[in-house]
């Protein structure tokens, strides 16, 4: 009868070593970090998408620069316009070189049409130039600046990477030291069952020895007696 008492007993300390605990630390704390990553997406993630869209972009315009720098010299000068007051400067000129072949006599003559034709051509080509000059810095600004957006798109998505990957270590970090506590825990009620039971073993061979001594009317109070006090040991983890 009292073998099946001390199993009865010893049961729920068994349980123990076997039991899982709810809400562990680790369990907790990784719920809190898994929300991390989407608190931060509001803050970066524009700037993320805006980049990657900027970069594509320059990415096609060195492309393009590259492999057909005549076509994107021609697709900038399409656009050109006489500048404002071309036409007056074209005129001053015409006028003075004019004067000038008047007074030598050579006004109208094949050598004054060359002139002014090389006049004509000379300022067409300087007011081209400068259009050109300015489309082309302006076309340059507007790299930069996808440039600069593409850059803080990169360091936005590191930020994001960075904090991702500081949430992954986390956990691990968190899985590691729950199984050591785990593991600490599980030694610590093995120890508290092996002392448990040499308690139990210690109170069995007393049991005996006062059962042999012919006390056969206190057995039964001796007995729930010892049931209760095991039954308190074990389910204190055999503190």
Do not use: C
Not at 194 to 200: E, K, L
Request: no cysteine; net charge neutral; glycine share 14%.
């Amino acid at each position: 009868m009292f073998p099946f008492m001390l199993a009865a007993a010893a049961v729920p300390a068994i349980a123990g070593l076997f039991g899982h605990k709810k809400n562990k630390p680790a369990a907790v704390g990784k719920a809190g970090l898994n929300n991390v990553t989407p608190a931060m997406s509001p803050y970066y993630q524009p700037y993320i998408d805006k980049g990657r869209a900027a970069g594509d972009s320059v990415n096609e315009q060195y492309g393009q620069q590259v492999n057909d720098p005549g076509g994107v010299y021609n697709k900038l000068g399409a656009g050109y316009k006489e500048s404002p007051g071309y036409q007056y400067r074209l005129n001053q000129a015409m006028n003075a070189g004019n004067q000038a072949n008047a007074a030598g006599g050579m006004l109208g003559t094949p050598q004054n049409q060359e002139q002014n034709m090389q006049t004509a051509g000379d300022m067409a080509g300087a007011d081209f130039e400068k259009y050109m000059q300015n489309v082309m810095g302006i076309y340059q600004g507007g790299i930069k600046g996808q440039e600069g957006t593409a850059t803080r798109g990169y360091d936005a998505s590191g930020r994001m990477g960075d904090a991702a990957g500081g949430v992954e270590a986390g956990k691990a970090s968190m899985d590691y030291n729950q199984a050591d506590s785990d593991a600490q825990d599980r030694k610590k009620r093995w120890e508290n069952l092996a002392s448990g039971i040499g308690a139990a073993g210690t109170a069995y061979n007393s049991y005996n020895q006062t059962n042999n001594q012919g006390q056969s009317n206190n057995n039964q109070t001796q007995q729930q007696k010892f049931m209760e006090m095991m039954q308190k040991f074990f389910s204190n983890g055999g503190a």
